[in-house]
Structure formats: structure tokens, C-alpha cells
């Protein structure tokens, strides 16, 4: 007869499931960074249909209306990212013309 080795408590542990919980919590964090709260996402095992074989995030039942008001935060806060960075590029010099006054400001005559 086989003699079988105990198991401890990593024997039930998950990595796919558990990768997937994972990529599921930074999804729900960075929409909420953002305002956005989707409620009822829920980690799916692989099923025989689906290709290629992973857990799936199932984002739940949203709303039209629901999705066009997280459609409209999400767009204004990349809205805001834009301008603030077309702002922080036209009011920054370029640094060719930075580097070239330091060195026509070190160069001797």
C-alpha cells in the first residue's frame, strides 16, 4: 500500500485564483481613485466554453445609466490629466534652449 504524505493548509491554495483576485483588486482600486465604484465584480473559474482556461473578473450586471455616469467620471479625469499636462508642457521651456543658454552663459568670448 501507498503511503501518502500529509497535507498542510497550502494543499487548497489557488495561484491562478489567487492572481486573479489580485489583477481584481487593483482593478477596483484604481476605479475608485478615479470615483468609480463597480459593485458585484466576482472572481469566475475557468469553465469548458472559455478560451484559454483562466478565472475570469465578472464585472456584474451595471446599469446603462450607471455606465454612462462612470463613463462620465472616468472621462473627466483623464480630461483633467491632459490638460494638466498640456499646461505643464507649454510652461516648461524646452530643454534645448535650457541647455543652450547654460552653455552660451559658461562659454568665453
Known amino acids: 500500500m501507498q503511503q501518502l504524505c500529509p497535507v498542510g493548509p ?9 492572481y486573479a483576485a489580485n489583477a481584481g483588486v487593483e ?3 484604481a ?15 475557468p469553465c469548458g466554453r472559455c478560451s484559454p482556461l483562466e478565472y475570469v473578473l465578472d464585472l ?29 508642457t507649454a510652461a516648461a521651456p524646452p530643454r534645448a534652449r535650457i541647455e543652450r543658454k547654460a552653455r552660451s552663459h559658461h562659454s568665453t568670448p
Open 10 to 18: 497550502d494543499y487548497f491554495e489557488d495561484q491562478d485564483r489567487d
Open 27 to 29: 482593478l477596483i482600486n
Open 60 to 88: 456584474g450586471a451595471v446599469r446603462p445609466a450607471d455606465a454612462l455616469r462612470m463613463a462620465a467620471r472616468i472621462n473627466d479625469c483623464t480630461d483633467e490629466l491632459q490638460r494638466l499636462r498640456t499646461a505643464g
Open 31 to 45: 476605479l475608485r481613485k478615479l470615483g468609480v465604484d463597480l459593485e458585484g465584480i466576482e472572481i469566475s473559474p
